[in-house]
């Protein structure tokens, strides 16, 4: 069933669109269609956030996506209405049909067809989405045993020289040292990485037991690899 909001310039207009958002995020769902930008269109102003709450905070996440969607220099246009003060100008007579048009643009239709343009946007933000949650579920938590020299090795640097290791997609965790004999301490310590970005092998390999780092670390091993 189509849903019409009528003289949204006026306080009834605005109550009414209150009432529709109460307990919404946007028109038409969980993230922002055509219309909410047709309704966002006929409201003049933000609405009071003390009158209108539930407006008030729509019209705020609605101007913020369509600044980001256009990031073109804006002028500033705005469109007044006439208040019931103000004496209405003369008018001819309009013909059935413009009539017609007129009541289409007050009672704004939510529903209608959309256009090839607005189908292929929508597929695009689709892909882009899947795209990026695709990218964040590949994420793994990795246990590792960090090894020194020998005995005179100084630990706290070993670790400092670990943690300085920095990559994109890759975090570092808890640490903590574990007796081995001898006086000798290993340091055992949890990452999590992105699958995409990181390969712990090379993360071995080309940073921890290469230099500088490998003045303190002799050497590291994988005790536990589990997906995310």
């Not at 996506?65 to 469109?79: A, M, T, W």
């Not at 630990?155 to 920095?166: F, G, I, N, T």
Request: hydrophobic content about 40%; some cysteine; overall charge negative.
């Amino acid at each position: 069933m189509a849903v019409t909001f009528s003289d949204l310039q006026t306080e009834a207009g605005l109550k009414a669109l209150e009432a529709f958002l109460s307990g919404k995020t946007y028109i038409s769902g969980d993230q922002i269609t055509k219309d909410d930008v047709k309704v966002y269109a006929a409201v003049l102003d933000k609405p009071s956030a003390d009158l209108y709450p539930a407006a008030s905070k729509w019209y705020e996440c609605v101007a913020s996506q369509l600044e980001s969607s256009f990031p073109g220099k804006s002028l500033g246009v705005r469109v007044s209405a006439q208040t019931p003060s103000e004496e209405a100008a003369p008018v001819k007579e309009a013909p059935k049909e413009t009539e017609a048009a007129a009541e289409d643009d007050d009672d704004l239709d939510l529903f209608a067809d959309e256009t090839e343009e607005e189908k292929k946007a929508a597929e695009a933000r689709d892909q882009a989405k899947a795209s990026t949650k695709k990218k964040e579920s590949g994420k793994s938590s990795v246990l590792m045993d960090v090894k020194p020299w020998d005995d005179e090795t100084d630990m706290k640097k070993l670790e400092e020289a670990v943690r300085s290791v920095e990559l994109e997609g890759l975090h570092w965790g808890q640490s903590k040292l574990v007796p081995v004999g001898y006086g000798i301490k290993k340091m055992t310590i949890m990452l999590t990485i992105i699958d995409d970005l990181v390969s712990v092998d090379d993360l071995i390999e080309d940073r921890l037991t290469a230099e500088p780092i490998n003045e303190y670390v002799q050497s590291c091993d994988i005790v536990a690899f589990n997906k995310i």
